[in-house]
């Protein structure tokens, strides 16, 4: 244990200087602030530091520097692979810096790192303004924007990093710096998509949009329509204006029917929104239609309920520039396969504003048109071996079909080459950036660029 472990006069020198808490193995509170989101991830950490502000972030990395303890950086607890936890070493968890400022004039929000999504939207709805978000209200925003940001916006404002505007960041000798265009503007391109590599971000400034009640919501059909609701999903995607983003999943319904949904949401003017829903309003038959005006707030915290915290989850991800014949037959055969009626495959359109951000123009290189498969194995009956089957062998599926680049907040724990293939051609440019801020690889939990610094060469304290 790290108490016996360290002097413990320093020991208690951390908790003195912290304004939030210090949370010990033998502490009431440590096995619920340990746990996250995944309920198959069961990790013994020596200590949490739950920061309260960024001077209690700038304590914690210095003593788990100091003492050369293994640190993993918590936003939201969200990620599937459980990287923001770790056995025997520091969580910094940054969960309650929940502080948020919106400025409607400028259209601007500034926001901790420890805000989910539903918290922020909360914040910048109330003044009728949101960004790009993730899907789901429980999602941390820090570790969604540090990889990128996909949602229902991305058509007509981009992803969540393409609104980004700076971050205040505590890098692995403790220091602050403030990264945007004009300051330290190599490290605000690594931030846009290079994940937590090179430091712990406590803020992030974002350009905000004016957004109304949004027409989105689903339309449901029978499995057995599966393979003409995709083929009619491939050509309604390839039209879609910027406005509408348009997922599918394969998936169960609560009643327990196995099912094909089209989810939307159109952000523009609700009259052409209906226009574009009408094509597919009209096609097929339906077991429900649930497209209808909605608020954005309420519909990413509904989103919430499918996908509970302590469940069973695991998953794996493809990049498909097109949804051929052949993956559509894939996709169906492996959703028939599969093993419980929790699980589901999700495709995520990624087109518009997204795709009109070059892929060297931030750290985020998967910037081609695209189709994102999601294959989520998610159970509660403790068969994870089997769960965990299906997903590899759908995976395995629809690598034929699928390109090399796979999106960074998706990956699992899958090897050094699926890390390089989601950075793709902005490897080498964050290589460069990992040695000149984190040359010891202080921050090592996430998908990990590994410095190759040599002793001599330039490191951080040279910045
Ligand atoms: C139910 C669900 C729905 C999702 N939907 C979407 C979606 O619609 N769009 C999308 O793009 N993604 C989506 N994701 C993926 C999501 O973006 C990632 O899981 C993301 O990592 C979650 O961020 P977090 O802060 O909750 O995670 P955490 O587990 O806390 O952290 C994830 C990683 O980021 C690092 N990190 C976290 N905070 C910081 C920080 N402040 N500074 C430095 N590093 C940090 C952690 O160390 C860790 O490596 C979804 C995930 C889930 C579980």
Redesign the pocket.
Same mark, same amino acid.
């Given at each position: 244990m790290i108490e016996q472990a360290l002097n413990p006069a320093t020991f208690q020198d951390l908790k003195a200087h912290l304004h939030g808490e210090l949370i010990c193995p033998n502490d009431r509170g440590y096995n619920a602030s340990r746990k996250?989101?995944n309920g198959m991830i069961d990790t013994y950490p020596a200590l949490l530091v739950q920061c309260a502000n960024v001077v209690d972030v700038i304590h914690a990395v210095q003593f788990a520097r100091d003492h050369h303890l293994l640190v993993?950086?918590? #936003? #939201?607890?969200?990620?599937?692979s !459980?990287?923001?936890v770790c056995d025997s070493g520091v969580v910094i968890d940054?969960s309650r810096m929940k502080g948020i400022w919106v400025d409607p004039g400028q259209k601007m929000a500034w926001a901790q790192?420890g805000l989910t999504l539903g918290e922020f939207v909360r914040a910048t709805q109330a003044y009728g303004l949101a960004t790009t978000t !993730?899907?789901?209200g429980?999602?941390?925003?820090?570790?969604?924007t540090? #990889?990128?940001?996909?949602?229902w916006f991305m058509g007509k404002y981009g992803l969540t990093i393409d609104n980004l505007l700076s971050v205040d960041l505590v890098t692995a000798d403790g220091r602050v710096l403030r990264a945007s265009t004009s300051e330290h503007p190599d490290l605000f391109w690594g931030v846009r998509g290079g994940? !937590?590599n090179f !430091?712990?971000?406590?803020a992030f400034e974002f350009q905000l949009h004016p957004i109304g009640p949004v027409l989105a919501g689903k339309v449901v059909y029978p499995v057995e329509c599966a393979r003409e609701v995709l083929r009619f999903y491939r050509e309604y995607t390839r039209t879609a204006p910027d406005e509408l983003t348009v997922y599918a999943s394969l998936m169960t319904t609560p009643g327990g029917l196995p099912a094909i949904a089209i989810s939307l949401c159109y952000c523009g003017p609700p009259e052409e929104g209906e226009r574009a829903v009408a094509p597919l309003r009209r096609f097929g038959t339906p077991i429900a239609d649930l497209v209808r005006p909605r608020s954005y707030l309420k519909m990413i915290k509904q989103a919430d309920l499918g996908?509970p915290a302590g469940r069973s989850?695991y998953e794996k991800a493809s990049t498909l520039s097109d949804l051929s014949d052949e993956a559509i037959e894939a996709l169906v055969a492996y959703s028939t396969a599969c093993t419980s009626p929790l699980s589901q495959i999700l495709i995520q359109h990624v087109h518009g504003a997204a795709t009109r951000v070059g892929p060297t123009e931030t750290a985020f290189a998967l910037r081609g048109e695209s189709y994102i498969i999601c294959m989520l194995a998610a159970w509660d009956d403790g068969e994870a071996n089997r769960h965990i089957a299906w997903t590899r062998a759908c995976w395995r599926a629809m690598e034929p079909f699928a390109s090399s680049g796979v999106?960074v907040?998706?990956l699992g724990n899958e090897g050094e080459g699926r890390v390089r293939a989601s950075y793709g051609v902005n490897y080498e440019r964050l290589l460069a950036l990992k040695n000149r801020y984190d040359p010891t690889n202080f921050f090592a939990?996430?998908q990990n660029i590994k410095p190759t610094i040599k002793e001599g060469e330039p490191c951080l304290r040279q910045v």
């Open positions: 996250v989101w993993a950086v918590r #936003g #939201g607890g969200h990620s599937v !459980g990287s923001s940054l790192a !993730g899907t789901v429980g999602t941390g925003l820090a570790g969604l540090l #990889g990128g940001g996909l949602g994940g !937590g !430091g712990i971000v406590t996908a989850y999106y907040n998706f939990l996430n």
